[in-house]
């Protein structure tokens, strides 16, 4: 058997055209831009080219992006004082802070510090307890991505066993929440757990988000399982070159997987994808407005459902 790879480039794609396309009904309907503020603290490389994409693709859509780059060793205070005017400017829907903070600025009092309503990245306790709780929240984009691709290839995922390996609250505690709402099973594996390659063997579905180069071999997996390679890894190829890997033995798992995403290409542009789509939900939702556009036939997820309704959305998108 050879997996089929889910072409996750091609279908943030579809998403970004959705958005752009309801962008544009906002505008002409509402004469209403909805606006996304990324704020970066620091040069750090990675983080630095993640704003650029962002931002690029905000604008792409049609959003009114605006970047915040402040410097490494800006005070907390000051930041807060950036939060604060952002969340009572009106014509900013989203706020994202890039992670990680400098380490003498205290992420949490940050992330707290940004209204709810505008937590595009759904990280605030607020649409935390909200997701966990089944109301309707902003949520995280990695794990809204996760799923979506999830639902290309299966649409229905009532009963099949999952195995989340990681439960960062980026990825894999959020996304443990949506698969457990869509009827999956659900193990939640991490450093501690015992027997990962067995576990691993039993499941439907495998998402890694361990951030561990080649954790997942090829005979971990059972035979068509779908795998999900979350992680993003730095390694060097054959030529010496740097390159980007995931956390799958990706030659070894597209023998024995039925369907495998790649990295870069799979997960990575779902997240930016779904940002986008956070952003245009946040501008509608917090105005109690909706699109005089057929969401269950042919929608932008909208990420202030409720949670259960998700993957059910998500099925109709694909
Ligand atoms: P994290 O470091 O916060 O969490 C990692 C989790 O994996 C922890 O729960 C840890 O216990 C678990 N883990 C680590 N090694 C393990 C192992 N050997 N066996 C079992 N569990 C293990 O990381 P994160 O922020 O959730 O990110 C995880 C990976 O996903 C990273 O590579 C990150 O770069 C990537 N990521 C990718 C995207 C994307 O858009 N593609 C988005 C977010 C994170």
Redesign the pocket.
């Known amino acids: 058997m050879t997996a089929i790879p889910i072409n996750g480039n091609a279908i943030a794609e579809r998403i970004r055209a959705r958005v752009a396309r309801d962008v544009a009904l906002l505008k002409t309907q509402r004469d209403i831009t909805p606006g996304l503020a990324v704020v970066l603290v620091g040069n750090d490389p990675a983080s630095s080219v993640y704003v650029k994409t962002k931002a690029r693709q905000a604008q792409a859509v049609g959003l009114k992006s605006q970047q915040f780059l402040l410097p490494v060793h800006v005070g907390e205070t000051e930041l807060l004082t950036l939060i604060e005017e952002l969340n009572s400017d009106d014509s900013v829907d989203g706020i994202l802070v890039q992670l990680p903070l400098p380490g003498h600025i205290d992420s949490w009092r940050v992330l707290e510090a940004i209204d709810p309503s505008k937590d595009v990245d759904g990280f605030h306790p607020y649409n935390v307890g909200r997701l966990a709780a089944g109301r309707p929240a902003l949520v995280p984009c ?1 794990p809204l991505g996760v799923v979506h691709l999830i639902n290309t290839v299966v649409s229905d995922l009532k009963g099949l066993d999952v195995v989340v ?4 609250n ?3 505690k959020p996304l443990a929440v949506l698969l457990g709402d869509a009827g999956c099973t659900v193990t939640g ?3 501690q ?1 015992r027997n ?1 390659p067995d576990l691993c063997r039993n499941a439907d579905i495998v998402v890694s ?4 180069a080649g ?1 997942v071999r090829g005979d971990w997996l059972k035979p068509g399982a779908i795998v999900i390679d ?4 730095r390694a060097i190829d054959s030529t010496g070159a740097p390159k980007l890997v995931g956390d799958v033995a990706f030659a070894e798992a597209i023998k024995r997987a039925g369907y495998i995403t790649p990295v870069p290409g799979g ?2 542009p779902m ?1 930016v994808a779904y940002l986008l789509a956070n952003t245009l939900n946040a501008a509608v939702s917090r105005r109690g407005l909706q699109l005089s556009i057929d969401h269950e036939r042919d929608q932008v997820q909208s990420s202030c459902h409720r949670a259960q309704d998700r993957a059910a959305d998500l099925q109709a998108a694909t």
């Open positions: 990695t390996i990681g439960r960062s980026i990825v894999g594996a991490q450093l757990t990962l988000a361990a951030g561990y954790l979350v992680g993003i890894n997960v990575g997240t």
